[in-house]
C-alpha cells in the first residue's frame, strides 16, 4: 500500500496512492494509518469524511508530509564513501542525532538557506516511517511488524555551523530542514536492496544501493529501540550516500526511489 497526504476541501486527508495509465494518482481516502489517527472524526475515520472523491495525479494535490513524528531520528556516516568523503573513521556503532519536527517540509516546499550559514548541503536519504510503538526490539523480532513503511528525506545540513558547534542539533535543525515524502510504501524490497539518487537541477549527485548501508533497516531499530521508544510515525533516517554538496538559492532538488517516488524541493535563501 502507498498513502500521501494532502490537503482537499480545506481539510488534512489521507489517500491511497495508486498508478493508473503511468501517473501516480490519489485514488480515494483510506482509513487512516496508524501514525494518522489524529485525522479521525468522532468514532469515524479519513474514509468517513463526505466528499464526491475523484482521482487526481499525484503531482496536482498540494501534498503534505506523509508523516506527523513526534520525533524524527537520524543516523550519521552509514555509507562507506560517504564517510570517507567527508574525512571521518569509520563507526563502529551507529551514529544518532535528532531533528525537531519543526524541520519537517512537504513535498513541493521550499528550502530556506539560513543567513547565519555560509555552506548548506543537500543529503537525500532512505527514511523508515514507525508503525507501532516499539522498545527493545530484539534480533529474534520481525523488524518489518514494527514498520509502517518507506518515504523519502533529505537531510539538509548547515556544514560550517555543523563543523563549528561540534554537535548537530543546530546545524540540522533549522525550519525546512527535513524534506519528507510524496509517500510512504510498504512495498520495498530491501533484502535485495533498491536505488537511491538525488539529483540537482538534473545533474546526479548521488546514487548508491542501500545494500551499501554500513547498519541494515534492522540493525538500526534494535540499536535506537535500545535506548528509546519509538511511537507511531516516527521516522528513522537511515544515513545518505556520498555525493553530498552545496545548494543555492533557485536550485531544485530531487530525491528518488523507485517505488517511493520523487521528493522535490526548490531552495531560497532566508528572506530579512
Known amino acids: 500500500m502507498k498513502y500521501c497526504r494532502f490537503l482537499y476541501g480545506g481539510q488534512t486527508l489521507c489517500g491511497a496512492v495508486d498508478n493508473r495509465d503511468g501517473i501516480l494518482q490519489i485514488v480515494g481516502l483510506t482509513d487512516a494509518p496508524e501514525e494518522m489517527a489524529y485525522l479521525r472524526m468522532g468514532r469515524g475515520s479519513a474514509s468517513a469524511f463526505s466528499y464526491s472523491f475523484q482521482p487526481i495525479p ?80 530484539k534480533a529474534s523480532d520481525d523488524w518489518r511488524s514494527v514498520v509502517r513503511g518507506f518515504t523519502l528525506a533529505n537531510d539538509i545540513s548547515a556544514r560550517d555551523l555543523q563543523k563549528n558547534d ?29 536505488t537511491i539518487e538525488t539529483r540537482v537541477n538534473g545533474e546526479l549527485r548521488q546514487q548508491a544501493s542501500t545494500r551499501d548501508l554500513i547498519f541494515s533497516v534492522p540493525e538500526l531499530l534494535r540499536f535506537i529501540t535500545a535506548a528509546f521508544t519509538l511511537e507511531p510515525g516516527d521516522l528513522v ?36
Open 58 to 137: 499525484l503531482g496536482a494535490a498540494h501534498l503534505l508530509s506523509p508523516v506527523a513524528p513526534s520525533k524524527i531520528v537520524c543516523v550519521g556516516r552509514n555509507y562507506r564513501a560517504h564517510v570517507q568523503e567527508m574525512g571521518g573513521e569509520m563507526p563502529t556503532e551507529p551514529l544518532l542525532f535528532f531533528k525537531p519536527p519543526s524541520s519537517l517540509l512537504r513535498p513541493g516546499g521550499a528550502i530556506v538557506l539560513p543567513a547565519l550559514s555560509a555552506r548548506v548541503d543537500f543529503e537525500g536519504e532512505l527514511a523508515v516511517v514507525i508503525g507501532r510503538r516499539v522498545r527493545h526490539l
Open 237 to 272: 533516517l537511515t544515513g545518505t550516500p556520498s555525493g553530498v554538496g552545496p545548494l543555492h538559492p533557485g536550485d531544485r532538488v530531487e530525491v528518488a526511489i523507485a517505488g517511493l517516488g520523487v521528493l522535490t524541493n526548490t531552495v531560497e535563501g532566508e528572506s530579512a
Open 166 to 194: 561540534g554537535q548537530w542539533t543546530r546545524a540540522k535543525g533549522f525550519d525546512t530542514f527535513c524534506p519528507v515524502g510524496p509517500v510512504v510504501s510498504n512495498e520495498l524490497d530491501l533484502e535485495n536492496g533498491v
